[in-house]
């Protein structure tokens, strides 16, 4: 399981920026519908998206409030995982967490 936190307005109203939402690998193929975690293929971020459509091992993604599909399909390997659980705003927790100077 690997936790990330949501950046962006793409995924609004499901999900939205601050949540943290927890992904593993899918145990079935990925469906239209599903909400994955992948690793952008080009600029190397991670990105958390909506499956748009899943054929002959390739996937291809869209935010819930974009109204195209991505430009790129996704082979397996760029997929981190399947999300699991949603914490809702607990990212915010995680990034103010992330600024404080622990000794």
């Keep these: 399981m690997v936790p990330f936190v949501v950046r962006g ?10 949540d943290l939402v927890l ?6 193929p990925l469906a239209k519908g599903d909400v994955i975690v992948y690793r ?10 909506r499956v ?10 869209a935010g819930d409030c974009n109204a195209d599909v991505d430009g790129q399909a996704l082979s397996a390997g ?16 995680v990034r103010l967490l992330r600024r404080i100077p622990w000794p």
């Design 23 to 28: 992904a593993r690998r899918a145990r079935e």
């Design 78 to 93: 760029s997929i981190v995982g399947k999300v699991w659980l949603v914490l809702p705003w607990l990212g915010q927790l």
């Design 9 to 18: 307005k793409s995924m609004e109203p499901s999900l939205r920026e601050g």
């Design 40 to 49: 952008h293929p080009r600029h190397g971020f991670y990105v958390v998206h």
């Design 52 to 61: 748009a459509d899943a054929a002959r091992g390739l996937v291809w993604t």
